[in-house]
């Protein structure tokens, strides 16, 4: 392969213009090649502004035509499976947006063809990139908390409080806050913790809202409750909502991990007008009658600002540092493997199809051994 990956991008969306494509155009072997939107003149504005030659309405056109290495799919849910597969049928290396489908069984032919396809395969977990988040994860690495107990993971935001329609909150598109917030988070235990054995939940919708263009909706949730089981034993809890009242907090972040050897407590509040530390960790092991801050090293924030808004993320770590899309970019070019990969798209997606089972049923469900 030439040292210049050539990228279609699937999806015209606010996040891909604030994430996706200053990633990939940031990458000195990357060439943004390709766009498309159901939106022409979208998509001709987001191919002026990144300089993209080639813009599509079709993405079977583009696959075929846009004489791709790579792909990036930044679309509604219920549209990651049948792009992937068809990007997969071409040969293409993917990188999906989270959740990598609708259901475990898509999930699971998506990462199927694309091991057997032997390209290279991401679902796009953002926060495995954040520095504190690295750092925590370190941490339990060289065992400060050493064997798991329980761990305690919090994500509040307040973007569905209006009742307006929106596809994340449709059940036709998504899995509700489950799907979109809990995806994130549901990754984030695995990361931590380990696999997940068994899941009992109890998902709630607390907002009204009309459907697309007036019609009647059937809501997916906008707020959840997980209890999880470990495979190692560890018990879990996963809060998560759409509509809670954040104020001037943003997105809230909460993550308590505790085990026989220590605790470690991570905090986070993402805003979009910055300010703030980039998260903070404290921790207490051994014998510690007080909790310290674990200040993150610089070696994972480089020679970024050290903000928590999403603008400074996006603008600095993810533009800088071999994660995110340019890690996908990097990994193509290595002929690496890459985490977070379809398989770990896969074990979330197994945990956001067992919730509404559990929660229907009133039972905890548990999930296919590896």
């Not at 997105?251 to 986070?268: C, F, K, N, R, S």
């Not at 770590?317 to 193509?332: E, G, N, P, T, Y």
């Amino acid at each position: 392969m030439s040292d210049q990956i050539r990228v279609g991008i699937v999806g015209t969306s606010g996040y891909a213009d604030f994430s996706h494509l200053p990633g990939v155009k940031s990458h000195p072997h990357a060439q943004l090649v390709a766009i498309c939107g159901r939106n022409r003149d979208r998509a001709d504005e987001m191919a002026a502004k990144y300089e993209i030659p080639q813009v599509f309405t079709d993405y079977r056109e583009m696959i075929a035509k846009g004489g791709l290495d790579a792909l990036v799919v930044v679309t509604p849910d219920d549209l990651h499976y049948p792009i992937t597969m068809a990007a997969l049928d071409a040969g293409l290396h993917v990188l999906c947006e989270k959740p990598l489908a609708l259901k475990a069984s898509q999930a699971k032919e998506m990462l199927q063809k694309a091991e057997d396809a032997g390209v290279v395969h991401m679902t796009f977990f953002t926060y495995r990139w954040v520095p504190h988040y690295r750092y925590l994860q370190q941490l339990i690495r060289e065992g400060y908390v050493g064997r798991s107990f329980h761990c305690s993971i919090r994500y509040v935001a307040g973007h569905g409080r209006r009742g307006q329609y929106r596809w994340r909150f449709d059940r036709s598109h998504c899995n509700g806050a489950l799907g979109d917030l809990g995806s994130h988070m549901i990754d984030l235990a695995r990361w931590l913790v380990g696999d997940v054995a068994r899941v009992s939940a109890h998902l709630g919708v607390y907002v009204e809202r009309p459907g697309a263009e007036g019609q009647p909706l059937d809501p997916a949730n906008d707020a959840a409750t997980l209890l999880l089981e470990f495979e190692n034993g560890a018990q879990g809890i996963i809060q998560l909502s759409a509509v809670a009242h954040t104020a001037d907090r943003g997105q809230e972040q909460h993550i308590v991990l505790h085990g026989q050897g220590g605790t470690l407590e991570a905090d986070q509040a993402f805003t979009f007008a910055g300010g703030g530390s980039g998260g903070v960790i404290h921790g207490a092991r051994g014998d510690s009658q007080r909790f310290e801050m674990l200040p993150v090293p610089d070696a994972l924030w480089g020679d970024v600002e050290r903000s928590n808004s999403f603008s400074a993320l996006f603008s600095g770590v993810f533009l800088k540092q071999s994660v995110a899309d340019r890690q996908f970019i990097d990994a193509i070019l290595d002929d690496q493997p890459v985490a977070p990969s379809f398989y770990d798209g896969l074990k979330a997606q197994e945990v956001i199809e067992a919730a509404p089972q559990s929660h229907a049923q009133g039972v905890w469900v548990a999930l296919a051994a590896p």
